[in-house]
């Protein structure tokens, strides 16, 4: 297939200028049917509660209790949770502005989108898209530098790669994020407002690339995780030859690595979820026309979308089941989300051992009294 072809049905605009009745009674169907409202609903809910547990988790990561765990995994995990909160505040806004449209609308025409405007409503939604896809590859960068010098990574200049790395993170999704805009800011209307994607081509070549990469990198951290686990048994078996600080950072690049690969494993398998929509209409609607698949395609293209609040809920809960470090810190900041028990064990300081009984039962001046016959034969050995 030619290349310009397939540039032009992906860049192809979906606005509409000269609106006409038919426009207005396809843009309220596709605002105000039940399966949507039900949808609509469900964004509510999962943003809601996406964005108090990615709260929370930042607020875990960043309090004081959190500074055993090294600086740049803090950073990079605050950053895919900022991340996910953003699109759970932008989708929730935008579930209650069409809530309030529909409510204030006097006419269908009135369900109308203004096609910048959805642009401008889109874009820290695609942010935060490309902002946890990039996330996860900046993540995968550090780990790999941990695992490649672990036996220096406890400089005090590695503490800064991590924030290097988030900042260029942000700067890289902040411009493809504003190109993505700026290349669906048409003039004109729209029937539906879609937070993502605008056309169905776009959107399953999207989630191909996203799911392919996530499959791609979730390989290459299990692939970490066994170098590092390979390291570490030829540590245990040759300990002379590694400083401590070795043994450590080997430990934590495990211990690290069982952190992410169960929350990458779950954005990935979200992604397919997601993907499997968007075939799951290619399928059942590929006859479709032109003048109605933005109707059919506007409950499809939600239900991709609730796969960012659905992860931004389970991500925290992952992410401080699969780490005993963070489950202390959790308990530490946010004691009212715990019952009332027995700290971890780690967090208890041992026991001194009980007194030996031969050694207690002894009298004190017997034990002064071998103490210097003792020291009275060395002194004799040393005389001859």
């Known amino acids: ?30 605002t105000t049917n039940a399966f949507m409202q039900t949808i609509r609903l469900l964004h509510i809910f999962f943003c809601t509660l996406g964005t108090i547990s990615t709260s929370l988790f930042i607020y875990v990561l960043l309090s004081s209790t959190s500074k055993h765990l090294h600086p740049n995994l803090r950073v990079s995990l605050a950053s895919l949770a900022f991340a996910a909160c953003l699109a759970c505040l932008q989708l929730n806004f935008m579930a209650f502005h069409q809530i309030w449209t529909h409510f204030r609308a006097e006419t269908p025409c009135d369900l109308l989108f203004d096609a910048r405007k959805c642009a401008a ?29 672990y036996r220096t990574y406890e400089a005090e200049k590695s503490r800064f790669l991590g924030r290097v790395l988030v900042v260029i993170q942000w700067i890289v999704c902040f411009g493809l994020a504003t190109i993505s805009v700026i290349l669906r800011s048409d003039h004109g209307f729209v029937h539906y407002c879609t937070a993502y994607v605008s056309h169905p081509r776009t ?26 686990q390979r390291r570490q048994v030829n540590e245990f078996v040759n300990k002379a030859m590694h400083s401590l600080s070795e043994r450590y950072q080997l430990q934590e690049n495990v211990r690290v690595m069982r952190i992410l690969i169960p929350s990458i494993t779950l954005h990935a398998i979200l992604g397919l979820l997601g993907l499997g929509s968007m075939l799951i209409f290619a399928i059942f609607y590929r006859n479709s026309s032109n003048s109605t698949w933005i109707i059919d395609f506007a409950p499809f293209s939600e239900v991709v979308l ?20 963070l489950r202390i810190s959790t308990r530490r900041t946010l004691p009212f989300f ?6 971890e064990k780690s967090e208890t300081l041992l026991e001194p051992p009980p007194a030996h009984t031969v050694i207690a039962s002894r009298p004190s ?6 103490s210097d016959t003792h020291f009275d034969l060395l002194n004799e050995m040393w005389k001859k």
């Open 203 to 228: 959107a399953v070549f999207s989630l191909c690339f996203m799911s392919s990469l996530e499959l791609l990198t979730l390989i290459y951290f299990i692939l970490l995780l066994q170098s590092n």
């Open 338 to 343: 715990f019952a009332a028990q027995e700290d």
């Open 121 to 149: 409503f889109r874009f820290p939604v695609v942010l935060s898209i490309y902002a946890t896809l990039c996330a996860i590859i900046v993540l995968a960068i550090e780990r790999s530098y941990a695992t490649w010098q």
């Open 306 to 325: 609730l796969i960012l609040p659905i992860y931004a809920v389970i991500f925290p809960i992952v992410a401080i089941f699969m780490s005993k470090q």
């Open 365 to 370: 001046r017997q034990m002064e009294k071998e």
């Open 1 to 30: 297939m030619d290349t310009n072809l397939i540039t032009n049905q992906f860049l192809k605009s979906v606005a509409i200028f000269n609106y006409t009745h038919q426009d207005c009674q396809m843009a309220q169907q596709a």
